[in-house]
């Protein structure tokens, strides 16, 4: 197999990456990535060299490089290019707009041109979405499934939901093999540092504050983006076309809990904390009901969310050289705009 990977470079992408190269080292892997503030080719020191990794720079919104890369005979395609922060859509909708479903459209239009489209029976364009497209969840309220209405709050949610509904009108209107997943907050090694995780462990190992949005008590679904990757795996290989996957993690925890939680890991002060002003739109809760994938495909997370974090804030010890370069020059500016003066 020949299989395109857009956004390889990010966090997801680049883990899906390493996990698939260790499982399949005969595949044939392009990591088409326009290299933007989060992504990173250092997320993929040691799998550039294998002679069956291939990295292209360049946008998903570009038609001709897009066409490019296909013409070396792609025979499926997961789409993790997204801009994907959502303070950052807050700030400049246009950019989201343009790459995640002007992108999705490109994309979608050069696979259709190669594959024809016509109802295969196995899944070419694999389209990785948020469980953040639902929108908000009440206290009590039922975990998220696949056929609830689309609620996004965000100009970054509803860019996703636009790509999604975009994906799922190329498999109605022209038979392309589509499938789409919604998972869960992901977290653990190579996540950019403007994430609640990344952000929290790596303020505390400098011993400077943790900036917690309002009183902290929104609640997140936490999935291991190994089990992640292994989801996305069996999507691909024996997904169903035309269908939504939502991947949970059985993990939900309020920012302040994951916060405590990594402080008394790490030996740091819970004085550390700092309330900062609440962001607009702030959704309240998140949770994904991952029965269907569970049920057809037989996937279930691995890691519980104690053992997931460890792992994780562990990484980040070992590797703070990697972070640290992240947080210097354009990152530190934004991280001013966002945190200084709430």
């Known amino acids: 197999m020949r299989l395109l990977v857009t956004g390889g470079a990010g966090f997801i992408g680049s883990n899906f ?57 792609i025979d499926a395609l997961v789409n993790f290019a997204a801009e994907s922060h959502v303070d950052r859509s807050i700030k400049d909708p246009g950019i989201f707009l343009q790459t995640n479903v002007q992108g999705t459209r490109t994309l979608l239009d050069a696979a259709l041109k190669r ?33 609830d209405l689309l609620l996004p709050s965000s100009p970054y949610s509803a860019s996703k939901a636009g790509a999604d509904l975009l994906v799922l009108a190329y498999f109605k209107t022209y038979g392309l093999p589509v499938a789409i997943t919604r998972c869960s907050n992901n977290y653990g090694p190579y996540q950019f540092p403007e994430k609640l995780i990344p952000l929290m462990i790596t303020n505390a190992l400098e011993d400077k504050p943790l900036p917690v949005y309002g009183d902290g008590l929104n609640v997140r679904d936490w999935l291991h983006v190994d089990d992640h990757c292994r989801a996305l795996e069996m999507v691909l290989l024996k997904g169903r076309p035309g269908e939504i996957y939502n991947i949970g ?61 460890k792992q994780t804030m562990d990484w980040y010890l070992d590797n703070r050289c990697w972070w640290e370069r992240i947080k210097s020059g354009e990152y530190t500016d934004y991280y001013r705009e966002m945190y200084g003066t709430r």
Do not use: C
């Not at 069956?52 to 005979?73: L, M, P, R, T």
């Not at 109802?119 to 948020?130: E, I, N, R």
């Open 17 to 73: 990456i390493r996990y698939m190269l260790a499982r399949y080292p005969e595949m044939e892997i392009y990591n088409l990535d326009n290299l933007t503030y989060a992504g990173n080719l250092e997320n993929l020191k040691g799998v550039d060299q294998s002679p069956n990794y291939h990295f292209i720079k360049g946008d998903i919104s570009d038609s001709e490089a897009v066409e490019e890369v296909f013409a070396v005979g």
């Open 249 to 309: 993690g059985h993990g939900e925890r309020t920012n302040l809990d994951v916060v405590h939680l990594l402080l008394e890991h790490l030996g740091r002060p819970e004085n550390l904390i700092k309330y900062v002003k609440d962001r607009p739109g702030h959704d309240r809760r998140y949770a994904i009901d991952p029965a269907k994938i569970t049920k057809e495909l037989g996937w279930s997370p691995r890691f519980t969310f104690e053992e997931g974090l």
């Open 115 to 147: 594959t024809g489209g016509g109802g295969a029976t196995t899944v070419g364009f694999l389209q990785v979405s948020t469980d953040e497209v639902y929108g908000s969840l009440g206290p009590d309220g039922p975990a998220f499934k696949e056929n």
